[in-house]
Structures are given as structure tokens and as C-alpha cells.
């Protein structure tokens, strides 16, 4: 019984070319296309494919958008991130969010058929390439975990201002201090998360989704 594929991508040139290499040995049949977000949520409601094949970057609604609609709405199917998207923070949104597979678009035939086969029986598959950088970030991300646990809840308020670029007499302003205290808590926030600058900073709450709170 041969494994059914839906392929979720902007281009279709390249969604033609991985509906051939899928379907060379009759293993894999691809069932159905779709070429944004909205498209590809529209047709799984007929269509009932055993794995998404899903694009990041896809006009109207991304890849990343269509994944947590997926999740919100407990749809079943086995989702496999297929982009040209190397960059961890990619990698570990999609994995957070509950992807069971991620996989570049450089990679070849043989690697993409064993990514579904590994998905179908319930293993997740990252591209081996990928691993050193999502382990990297994972611990990154639990030492940033143990910053954050001693930052005050007005240390955390400050610190999302200082990401949005505010100023400290902006910042002052809005929260009704002076602006010596604003002062005296960045220098706090600074030393509490290890960073030296305010850009260090603003990364830091970036990656923290700290700004997503306020």
C-alpha cells in the first residue's frame, strides 16, 4: 500500500519535480497540491494524506502558520517541513510547535523518501546536518530559561521596551519612574542575562519572545 503524499508549496515547477522523484518506484503516491497556507488548510479537509510535505515560505499563509492551525485543530496528519530554511530558530519553532520532520530543499531524493519512511513509523526525522545547531540552541534556550527566572516583573516589562527600541526617557514616560530608575534597572536586566549593550539585550528578549508579552 503506497504512502500518501500532499505537497504544499509556492513553485510549482518544484512541486512537479517532487511528485516524480516521489512517485519513480510507486511507493509514494502525491494525492494532491497546494500552492499557499490557505490552499493547503482548504484541501486537507477532503484530501487525507499520511504526511504533508510543507513549504516555510508560501504567500497568503506560511508554512509555520499552517502548522500551528494544524495543531490547534488536532488535525492527524504527519507534517515534514521541506525549505530552504537552514537557520535554527526556524528549525526550533517548527519543532516546538510539533513537526515530525524538518528537511532542506538541497538535500537529495534518497534523504527526502527515507525523511517520509522515518515519519510514517512514527520516528521524527531532522536532516543530520541540522542536529549539532538544534542541540546547540536547546541549550542555549534552557540556560536562557535560568537568565529569565531571575529577572522581576518589571525588569521583564523594561526589557521588552528596550527591544522595541524604546529610549530610556520613553520608557520612563511610559511606565511613570524616573529615568535614573530605568537607568539602574537596564544595568540590572544587563547583568542578570550576561550581555553588554542593548542590542545583546534586545536579541536576547527576541529569542525569548519576550516582546510577544507587552
Known sequence: M???VMLADDHILLREGIKNLLEFDGSIE????????????????????????????MPRMNGIEVLEELKARKDPVKVLILTVHSEVEYLVKAVDIGANGYILKDSGSAELKQAIESIINNDTYIQPSLIPSLNSRLINRDVDKEKLKTLTKREVEILAQVASGMFNKEIANNLDISERTVKNHISNIFKKIDVSDRTQAAVFAIRNNIINLY
Request: proline share 3%; aromatic share 4%.
Open 2 to 4: 503506497s504512502i500518501k
Open 30 to 57: 502525491v494525492i494532491e497540491q497546494a500552492s499557499d497556507g490557505f490552499e493547503c488548510l482548504d484541501k486537507l479537509k477532503e484530501a487525507k494524506p499520511d504526511i504533508l510535505l510543507l513549504d516555510i515560505n
